[in-house]
């Protein structure tokens, strides 16, 4: 009887609606029929996230949820997929299925499931060295997302992921580290395995340090996945992260020793104290006050342990990457900085800051003072 009531108020709702509006109202069968497969489809997203599901994943995909793909939810569909891949047999297998299952979704209004599996696809293919491939399948992801006003957050980070092991892959560190921090940006760290937050972490910072194109580690620092490297013997990278962001040369040659156990750090030793070298002038500039800024190069190479013939070449360095902003008096050798980018503070630096603005602070009261005593009888007038 309820359920006959259910019916009878639906089909005269549909009756009373506008014609525009009546599309939107489905029938009593309709809707029963769509939530006993969202509800069927959740049930097998469950059973197949169960680790004893392994062995029946890719039987049960293939014989039964294929029969029914076009009824489901297709993202989910596709997740489901995902999940009976990974009991293929070899890469080889795998990348055939996926490649499958992703031409079963390839339709107008199911892109977002496209891409999701498309990514995966782009995946298995770097992982047997098809990096031209691979490539290819991720540019037409970013076509399409780029369509997209709005997507599930599990397709952007499903792309961003393989993004980022694709150019980890290729060596190009500035975009690895963007699409690392993106892909991070879109799940829960929670849910990722330990040793794979700590392998992140550890492939996160060696990318900062080599990057030609990074010279502010702030969304790192700030992030904490880093924390992942605290209780690891890698702990020593978090703390040269920090060394850098604040242009600690002393703590720098502490923890310098450690660079030889990383092939691509110790590479790249001489361009890491370039690095170094470049933070502790920007840490100079940074902490003395905005009117005090004409710095002598004998200063400069006090502060930054670089030969007093070198600092012309290291100022410049700071101006053409935009650390720094201002010009070079090459005959009284000084550098006049106006502006210095400005980065994450650790709590030394945020104590430096508050005691300048106290100093300013101050600075303001005793101007007013003065102005208050010389200017009786203005005020008086």
Request: glycine letters at 4%; one cysteine or more.
């Amino acid at each position: 009887m309820e359920a006959q009531k259910i019916s009878d108020f639906l089909a005269e709702q549909l009756q009373q609606a506008p014609e525009h509006c009546q599309p939107a109202f489905l029938s009593f069968e309709d809707y029963w029929e769509r939530k006993l497969w969202h509800q069927l489809t959740d049930a097998l997203i469950d059973f197949f996230r169960l680790p004893e599901s392994a062995p029946q994943r890719l039987p049960m995909f293939k014989t039964f949820v294929l029969s029914f793909a076009d009824k489901i939810n297709q993202l989910k569909f596709v997740s489901l997929g995902l999940m009976a891949a990974e009991q293929c047999g070899d890469d080889n297998e795998r990348l055939a299925f996926l490649t499958s299952l992703a031409d079963k979704v390839n339709k107008h209004d199911t892109q977002d499931a496209y891409i999701y599996a498309l990514a995966d696809v782009a995946n298995v293919k770097q992982r047997l060295q098809n990096l031209e491939g691979a490539q290819k399948d991720l540019e037409i992801c970013q076509r399409v997302l780029d369509t997209f006003d709005s997507v599930e957050t599990v397709v952007h980070a499903s792309f961003y992921k393989v993004n980022a092991d694709y150019y980890h892959a290729k060596q190009d560190f500035a975009t690895f580290y963007k699409n690392a921090l993106l892909y991070l940006a879109c799940i829960d760290l929670s849910t990722l395995p330990e040793q794979e937050r700590t392998t992140r972490a550890y492939n996160l910072s060696v990318a900062a340090l080599v990057s030609d194109a990074i010279y502010n580690f702030g969304e790192l620092l700030m992030h904490p996945i880093l924390d992942s490297l605290t209780e690891t013997p890698h702990s020593w990278l978090r703390d040269l992260l920090f060394a850098f962001n604040r242009g600690d040369l002393t703590a720098y040659d502490v923890l310098a020793g450690n660079i030889s156990k990383n092939k691509l750090l110790e590479e790249n030793r001489m361009f890491l104290y370039q690095k170094i070298s470049l933070a502790a002038l920007t840490e100079m500039v940074f902490r003395r006050p905005p009117h005090d800024r004409n710095l002598s190069f004998q200063a400069i190479s006090g502060e930054t342990k670089v030969q007093p013939n070198e600092i012309e070449h290291l100022v410049m360095k700071a101006l053409s990457l935009g650390l720094l902003r201002g010009s070079i008096d090459q005959v009284a050798q000084v550098a006049m900085i106006n502006w210095v980018q400005p980065k994450v503070l650790d709590m030394g630096q945020i104590e430096g800051m508050r005691n300048r603005l106290k100093d300013w602070d101050a600075g303001v009261n005793q101007l007013g003072h003065w102005i208050e005593g010389v200017g009786k009888d203005v005020w008086a007038a």
